[in-house]
């Protein structure tokens, strides 16, 4: 079964830091780029970061640019999101998903694999 499992998500107080991680079973993450999204409650799902295959290529939204780090372990099948300086607002499930492509091409429609997602709580 091709699966992409979350985890690292819970509460951390503002300012705090929390790192995700995104694990591939069932097949290789290897010629992929993996986006990580989020949705806040009430609000729609938005991409965050992507990075390319091989983890020498990342785009990220303004959101989080500066604050958030995406990088990949090809030998272990797993992407993280480094998160710093957490604020409220990034307060959400966040989902990792696979690219059809292995170049980040953005935050298209272009992800065909998602995992179930993690949640992430900035409060003080």
């Known amino acids: 079964q091709l699966r992409l499992e979350e985890s690292g998500g819970g509460p951390v107080q503002p300012g705090g830091s929390l790192r995700l991680a995104c694990v591939g079973s069932g097949f290789t993450l290897d010629y992929s780029s993996i986006g990580w999204f989020r949705q806040a409650p009430g609000k729609e799902r938005e991409g965050i970061a992507c990075v390319n295959s091989n983890g020498n290529s990342a785009h990220y939204a303004d959101s989080v640019k500066g604050r958030f780090t995406i990088s990949r372990d090809n030998a272990q099948n797993t992407v993280y999101l480094q998160m710093n300086n957490l604020k409220p607002e990034d307060t959400g499930i966040y989902y990792c998903?696979?690219?059809?492509?292995?170049?980040?091409?953005?935050?298209?429609?272009?992800?065909?694999?998602w995992g179930q997602g993690t949640q992430v709580t900035v409060s003080s």
């Open positions: 998903a696979q690219d059809i492509n292995y170049y980040c091409s953005g935050f298209s429609d272009t992800y065909d694999t």
